[in-house]
């Protein structure tokens, strides 16, 4: 995520009849500094997508609009890659997107 100095706890929810599908719960233990969001507040902590081709991904999120959080980087192995990038959509809602 690009934080310093947060600790989140996390658990993974697979969804019935999918072994592709999940739902991924995190509680900020530590959150850090920054405001705490209310009910009316627009958007959420983020969303992630596995995606075919990463970068024009990336790319379409940019034409659209978007912005980018960070560098592709990748949390796999060399033998196995797991490529992600957090980015920003047009209205500034966190995207996560992932490409095996």
Request: glycine fraction near 12%; hydrophobic fraction near 40%.
């Amino acid at each position: 995520m690009g934080l310093s100095g947060v600790e989140i706890r996390s658990v993974w929810l697979s969804m019935p009849g999918s072994d592709e599908v999940f739902l991924e719960l995190f509680q900020f233990a530590s959150p850090g500094e920054g405001a705490v969001g209310f009910a009316n507040t627009p958007g959420y902590a983020h969303i992630a997508f596995d995606v075919s081709d990463l970068r024009a991904s990336c790319d379409a999120i940019t034409k659209a609009g978007g912005t980018s959080l960070g560098e592709i980087t990748n949390l796999g192995t060399n033998e196995t890659p797991y490529r992600a990038v957090y980015m920003r959509d047009p209205e500034g809602n966190i995207i996560e997107l992932g490409e095996h």
